[in-house]
């Protein structure tokens, strides 16, 4: 019977050539939904690591700095580093924007303000070196498409970039570009200079602030407004061997903070962050499983009703239903195996083309095929019960 399963489909080589095509088409778009769910949690995961960090210090009752807005003194660092079990802290902000290129196009990018030498700063370089003047220098991530030497506009500055690196993203997966803390701060919190000079005039005019009795204090009303002392994080290690719980405890406690561990945070990211996207991402693979099914079951359903008289002489010489219903069950399991082999190829093929970070796993391929096989077993049942109920009256009727 495997080499009549195998005739059958040599006849209709073409209608099953071509549905196994589309079928792998479906599988592959399957698979790539797949690797996009798991590029995101991959790019959450990545984001945690090249933070190096074992505590998240933010504003208290918030889910910052990734999930939601989050704004702190920049002089609470001090503190920080004073609590016990604390190895190193450093300031950090963080804030998306469309970052000019020298081309004139703009790229969406995480701009992430950090402190030299200290837990923030990208791990690795592929090219290039660190920033090290303190203002107006950038390391970028190599999907910005930067290079070396270019000139970028943040907001009001130009930023040379010193160095690349790779595999810097945010949790949507867009590409890091980093500079210095101060530069940072000014770019995020500090107000254009017509604003600025709004805000002084608007201060010049009120009498509770501009008092005639009272010399300096507009000016100091005016100074303090005119830089920003602001950070969206902390970023805290650990000494090696202590809980990073329980060092987080007391500076939840004294410095009226909220901390989050490498747990906590990734809670954030992956349980709550990206939970939407996954449901949505499951509403799609569903509704592709059962279009898959569709598929199959019509094609094997059409070959079946065109070869009714063949099985009808099948079962006048004496062949078993068991036999019969095992040589559809295998077109159908050929079929499947023919659209998954076209769409891992298919997947692995555009996956790189993808906007963002698409992982496909091997666990995930694995899972993929024994659905599909699952698919076309459940798919053939309707051929086999047409091809069971034909009568072998009708190969001499």
Known sequence: ??????????????????????????????????????????DAHALLNNSNADL????????????????????AVRSVRGMPGVSRASNVTYFTMQVQSPAGTDVRAMVVGVEEGQPGEPGYLLAGRKTTRGHYEAVADIKTGFSLG?????????????????????????????????????AQFLKDNDAILNDRARNASNPAINRPGVPGLLEAVQASQSGSHNVNAIL???????????????????????????????????????????????????????????????????????????????????????????????????LGLIGFLVGKIAATLWAPIFPKYVLLLNQDAVTGLLITMGICAIASTLAIRVALMVDPGEAIG
């Not at 495997?2 to 005739?7: E, K, N, T």
């Open 1 to 42: 019977m495997i080499s009549l399963a195998g005739r059958d489909i040599a006849h209709s080589a073409g209608k099953f050539a071509l549905t196994g095509l589309g079928l792998g088409l479906l599988i592959g778009v399957t698979l790539t939904m797949a690797g996009v769910y798991r590029g995101m949690v991959d």
């Open 56 to 75: 998240w210090v933010v504003q208290k009752d918030t889910q910052g700095p990734y999930a939601e807005a989050s704004s702190i003194k920049d002089d």
């Open 150 to 186: 270019d000139r970028i506009q943040i907001r009001r500055h130009a930023f040379t970039v010193v160095g690349i690196t790779q595999r810097m993203v945010s949790s949507g997966g867009d590409p890091m570009v980093f500079v210095g803390i101060r530069d940072a701060q000014d």
């Open 236 to 334: 805290v290690q650990v000494v090696p061997g202590n809980d990073p719980e329980e060092v987080a405890a007391p500076i939840r406690r004294w410095k009226h903070l909220q901390v989050y561990t490498r747990a906590g945070m990734e809670e954030i990211l992956v349980a709550k962050l990206i939970a939407t996207s996954a449901k949505q991402i499951g509403m799609f693979l569903v509704i592709l499983a059962i279009v898959s099914a569709a598929i199959v079951a019509f094609i094997i359903y059409t070959m079946t009703m065109g070869k009714l008289r063949e099985i009808a002489v099948l079962k006048l010489i004496g062949t078993r239903n068991i036999t019969i219903a095992n040589m559809i069950l295998q077109q159908a399991l050929g």
